[in-house]
């Protein structure tokens, strides 16, 4: 379990190893639940993408189907922003 500090503002400063869990880089946003018994869920806000990113991103790729595979991994790239 990892251990922060409550600065006098208030703030609290995650770690690069618990960013690097959630999946997050600088410029990215963060979610912060509120749970009962004073605990929180912190997640990685995933910012949602028309479906438009992602139509056409295989094209031109090959001229064989994409397999499942392909597929999931154009649509992360399209969900995450990436390209």
Known sequence: MTTLTVT???QVTL???LLRHLGVSPGQQIEVALLPEGR???RALRPSV???RFMGSLAG???RKASIEELKAAAA???SGRR
Request: net charge positive; charged share 50%; aromatic share 6%.
């Open 8 to 10: 006098a503002k208030g």
């Open 15 to 17: 770690r690069k190893d």
């Open 40 to 42: 929180v869920e912190v």
């Open 50 to 52: 028309p479906i438009d």
């Open 61 to 63: 790729k090959s001229r």
């Open 77 to 79: 790239r399209g969900w």
